[in-house]
């Protein structure tokens, strides 16, 4: 989807660029995208940031007083990366592990050395996982 048609999906001709978005944004404060440049960037056609950056807290959405969807607009820049195949490197592993094992967290084993610290039962690995997602997502059989 080109940025043009992006901008009229989101109507983001309504933006007033007062940065509300912007303000409470926690991955800007941090060095991340600014949604109120995204908006305008994407706006203009010229936008060429890394949406990869965004937390998708969706606060920028939430605060918006022209009720633009922010943060849909910068999944909608995500999708259009990943159509691409600019995809970091940390959400291939992340989505390799959840297909592995239904698991997002990190399968590494310290996880389970902290949750027994904690007084908590280890996380299900079983090899039922995948087959189960498969069957969920309609590729398996019941």
């Known amino acids: 989807m080109e940025q043009g048609t992006l901008a009229e999906k989101f109507e983001l001709e309504r933006c007033i660029q ?4 912007t303000r409470n944004c926690p991955s ?22 890394d949406p990869w ?37 940390r959400f291939r592993r992340v989505y390799g592990n959840f297909r592995q094992t239904g ?19 280890k996380i299900c690995r079983g090899p039922e996982v995948p087959g189960k997602l498969e069957i969920m997502s309609g590729r398996g059989t019941q």
């Open 103 to 121: 698991d997002t967290m990190s399968i590494a084993g310290s996880v389970d050395e902290e949750r027994n610290s904690l007084g908590l039962t």
């Open 28 to 49: 800007a404060k941090h060095g991340g995208i600014v949604p109120n440049e995204a908006v305008l960037g994407v706006r203009e056609g010229r936008y060429d940031g």
């Open 18 to 21: 007062c940065k509300k978005c």
């Open 53 to 89: 950056t965004c937390l998708m807290c969706h606060r920028c959405s939430m605060v918006c007083p022209k009720g633009i969807e922010v943060a849909g607009l910068v999944l909608a820049l995500r999708n259009k990366e990943a159509e691409s195949g600019n995809i970091p490197e």
